[in-house]
T-cell receptor, first 114, second 113 residues
Framework: GAGVSQSPRYKVAKRGQDVALRCDPI?????LFWYQQALGQGPEFLTY????????KSGLPSDRFFAERPEGSVSTLKIQRTQQEDSAVYLC????????????FGQGTRLTVV | DAKTTQPTSMDCAEGRAANLPCNHS???????VYWYRQIHSQGPQYIIH???NNETNEMASLIITEDRKSSTLILPHATLRDTAVYYC??????????????FGAGTTVTVRA
């Protein structure tokens, strides 16, 4: 497809389990973003990549959160030792460049930690 | 501090124009006004953006007041598929760290038949 693809769409994890969320951005998009959206709230910024470089990770809530984009295309958001407060929808977005006016979002991965 | 304020919710009649207000009284001269919307269970979708002139595209129109302290997003003929949360965001594209979108709580718009 031509859009941003995220997998899995839904993930249930037991507390303490590690999870990995995948994002396939639109081909050729330089910029990639991860956002976290708690129930009933707007998305909150987590981290930003320009190609393979992670230029901003200021929004990652703890050192249990780690993101990578090793070849400048697919990105993975990893959460170690998941906690209940990690339950949220994780959204990935991509754009041609930082200055680009339009960011394209995926449908998100809904993570539920039980 | 929130840069924009929007009503929490609003209802619109199908087929009528929906006018969504946004206040951004502290907006600076270089900041653009962006609108995104998020339909249930989907990711946010870009709608439109503008600096000082009114803008129109196939989805909506954006009216920005002359003092730029507020704006209105207009959906000309609302349909049931326009039911969504609408976010008004200000961004300064010249700033090196303004690539983030600060969504806030948005306005929940319900279009009724």
């Amino acid at each position: 497809g031509a859009g941003v693809s995220q997998s899995p769409r839904y993930k249930v994890a037991k507390r303490g389990q590690d999870v990995a969320l995948r994002c396939d951005p639109i081909s050729g998009h330089v910029s990639l973003f991860w956002y976290q959206q708690a129930l009933g709230q707007g998305p909150e910024f987590l981290t930003y990549f320009q190609n393979e470089a992670q230029l901003d990770k200021s929004g990652l809530p703890s050192d249990r959160f780690f993101a990578e984009r090793p070849e400048g295309s697919v990105s993975t958001l990893k959460i170690q030792r998941t906690q209940q407060e990690d339950s949220a929808v994780y959204l990935c977005a991509s754009s041609w460049g930082r200055e680009n006016t339009e960011a394209f979002f995926g449908q998100g991965t809904r993570l539920t930690v039980v | 501090d929130a840069k924009t304020t929007q009503p929490t919710s609003m209802d619109c009649a199908e087929g009528r124009a929906a006018n969504l207000p946004c206040n951004h009284s502290t907006i600076s001269g270089n900041e653009y006004v962006y609108w995104y919307r998020q339909i249930h269970s989907q990711g946010p979708q870009y709608i439109i953006h503008g600096l000082k002139n009114n803008e129109t595209n196939e989805m909506a129109s954006l009216i920005i007041t002359e003092d730029r302290k507020s704006s209105t997003l207009i959906l000309p003929h609302a349909t049931l598929r326009d039911t969504a949360v609408y976010y008004c965001i200000v961004r300064d594209l010249r700033r090196s760290n303004d690539y983030k979108l600060s969504f806030g709580a948005g306005t929940t718009v319900t279009v009724r038949a």
